[in-house]
């Protein structure tokens, strides 16, 4: 608008507009603003959530259960787990309730409620990273899995060196041998080895390497690397001796040396075609020898054990396909006491009181062949990390050994693959653009 002005000038007057930049939605919004306070509640939500994960049983669950809801819910509102993202996740959790109905043929209360309460856990740490940059789970996983590092290394270091001072606990059955419960392993032999296997605050080491693994993915593929956190990670993986852990670990600096392989330039490509599988000549061996003892040394009672499980998993998965046994585990003891596999070198108290340890076939034989498929197809292609393929991989591959594939770590994981993508959203209910910024790429 345009006006003179006393002394004879012309003064125009711009009409301005205040622009208002959209803060977060009121259901998005948790109870606490304060960015550090934020990331620390995450982090105290994820050790806890890990520690529900194959945690030692001196940790109570419910309580670790309960830390988790709450940490989360302060951060961000529960509402949220119901936005239509989401729905991909409930209609699952509604199959597998029918099916678990059906299949274990009457209804199972307590199980029922333990798994989905871990349901619950793994649906609320989602909530809290659904929205921010994927590199926001591994900087608040970073230095909680450092510390992992250094406390898989020093434990067999501190056995020697201070073994008069540690004290015993005993978990069903087995004992354990700590110093003020951070330097913690138990004997798996008769005999002793020189260097302990670390459990770090789990109830074996073969859980212990899904998190010191997925240190050594964060370090080669998410974080800018470091030789030194990138020698951290490898030592404390090999510091388990878990065969598992073992045959992960060269998978991934495979994946990274032909990652290398692609970005290098020309003079680069030769120093990594040549030098780098010279240096992964010793993680090859280790992983050859390891193999080769729990398959056909000392330690091959493990590998018999495992037999056992996947077999006789398998053949209890036969016996109701589709709609699998239900999660109480006195049925699967029965119907294992039926069909299970005879022929394994064990001894009859190990078969009739053996909790199956594979977590793939539990899933199996627990909610059916087709509703098993759909987790390890979310787990695969979960979006928390990039390559993501790689990364579930690398949990696919540990769930061979260790049943945590309904634990509320595992279960963020595979829901993150269930997702539905916003654009998908947006295209089935016009208007709506929430959720556009969903696990954005860092």
Known sequence: MVSHGRNGRIRVNIPTRTLSVPGPAPARAGLIANPLLRKRLRQVALLAAMLISGGLMIFPREPLLLLVLVACFAVKNPLEMFRAEFAGIWLLLLAVAAVVLIGGESFQPLPMVTRYANFAAGLALLVVYVDERRSTLADDLYWILKLMAFQAILTPVVVILFSRYFTTFEVNDTLYHTLFYVFTYHEFLDFGL??????????????????????????????????????????????????TGAVILVLQFAAAYLRWLKTANRSQKLGVFVFVPIMLLPLAGYMTYNVTEKFYGVMSGSAEAREYDLRTGLRVTMEKPLTGIGFDYEKYFDVAGRVGYREADLSRENITERNNTNGLVVLLFSVGIPLALVFFYGTLRQRLFSPRWLFGALIVLSLVSE??????????????????????VRALIPGRDRGAASLRPA
């Open 403 to 424: 049943s945590l594939s309904l634990s509320p770590f595992v279960l963020m994981i595979t829901f993150s693959g269930l997702l539905i993508a916003p654009r998908r």
């Open 194 to 243: 020189l260097f302990k296997r670390p459990d770090g605050f789990f109830f074996e080491p073969g859980v212990f390497q899904i998190y010191l693994n997925t240190f050594l993915f964060i370090c080669l593929f998410v974080r800018r690397q470091r030789l030194s956190d990138i020698g951290l990670a490898a030592l404390a993986v090999v510091a388990t001796q878990s065969t």
